[in-house]
């Protein structure tokens, strides 16, 4: 059974950081990409970053230069580092797994706040 359990997010203040992590448990191969995804009550879930399994990574507009993804040499966890938090990154963070074939997966979330 695939698991994906988030940890890492809490309460900062604007200016501030946070690390998130998601442990990938149950999925030992055909991983495509891991990616982080937010999704705020008053928005649509929104795409944050992808890491590919090449290594190659991308980011969305919004944490361009903020944010940086990685993952572990076993590749079955995936980081979320956030740096110069706004008050606008608050949102319900989720980490995702696209296979190369078959389903996807998706934790259950962990969330960020950041004060003003």
């Known amino acids: 059974q695939v698991q994906l359990v988030e940890s890492g997010g809490g309460l900062v203040q604007a200016g501030g950081s946070l690390r998130l992590s998601c442990a990938a448990s149950?999925?030992?191969?055909?991983?495509?990409?891991m990616d982080w995804y937010r999704q705020d009550p008053a928005k649509q879930r929104e795409w944050v970053a992808t890491?590919?399994?090449?290594?190659?990574?991308d980011y969305g507009n919004s944490v361009q230069g903020r944010f940086t993804i990685s993952r572990d040499n076993a590749k079955t966890t995936v980081y979320l580092q956030m740096n110069s938090l706004k008050p606008e990154d608050k949102a319900v963070y989720y980490c995702?797994?696209?296979?190369?074939?078959?389903?996807?997966?998706w934790g259950q979330g962990t969330q960020v706040t950041v004060s003003s």
């Open positions: 995702h797994i696209q296979k190369n074939w078959g389903p996807d997966y």
């Open positions: 149950g999925i030992t191969f055909g991983i495509k990409t």
């Open positions: 890491i590919n399994w090449d290594g190659s990574t």
